[in-house]
């Protein structure tokens, strides 16, 4: 791993590796557009890379992959692609990523370099950090509003917390899809 690319990502540095968890727990819409609980491992891959110049600004980051696997079965029923860059100069730490279900969000929010803990968000009506949805999900399922917390918890576990608000016609409150692991480094 480079230690001098290590040394530009601020806060996303703690986060370089591969990564697994065992017992995550998700919260989502059942076929019937009730809530179904779902158990879950997943492994995610953080690759550092950078800089990235546009014009005045430069951001280092991570390139990001994750696949989840309900508990007992072999296939994937989640997978994501992306990246989590670091702006120092404004503080920003911007997560960019898409669902092969047809959605793409890019979340971001301010966080000081030597954050252990932050939180970022994303809008459906944001210009900046945003959320766009194929016309099937804009229908059935929109998702108005993204939030994601992640805890370092020492220097080889972090916890996230996702809340993905979405919109369900026929329910008056928004359907919070919730999804939340605790994983462990496997190798830097």
């Known amino acids: ?30 076929d019937d557009r009730g809530a179904e609980r779902n158990q879950f491992r997943e492994r995610m891959t953080f690759d550092p890379m950078g800089p990235v110049r ?7 980051g991570l390139r990001y992959a994750t696949t989840v696997w309900r508990i007992g079965e072999a296939d994937p029923f989640h997978e994501e692609l992306g990246y989590w860059l670091w702006d120092a100069d404004a503080k920003q730490v911007l ?42 999900l804009d229908k059935a399922f929109k998702t108005m509003r993204y939030e994601l917390t992640v805890t370092m918890l020492g220097g080889d576990r972090f916890r996230y917390e996702e809340d993905t608000q979405l919109q369900i016609p026929g329910q008056a409150e928004l359907f919070h899809h919730t999804d939340q692991n605790t994983l462990s480094r496997v190798r830097s």
């Open 54 to 60: 546009n014009h005045e600004q430069t951001l280092y």
């Open 1 to 30: 791993m480079d230690h001098g690319l290590i040394a530009h990502l601020g806060p996303l540095a703690a986060l370089a590796g591969i990564w697994e968890g065992e017992k995550g727990e998700d919260v989502a819409p059942s």
């Open 95 to 136: 997560r960019c990523f898409i669902v092969p279900r047809g959605i793409t969000v890019i979340a971001g929010g301010t966080v000081e370099p030597s954050a252990q803990s932050f939180s970022l968000a994303a809008d459906v009506s944001s210009h900046t950090y945003g959320i766009c949805s194929n016309q099937f």
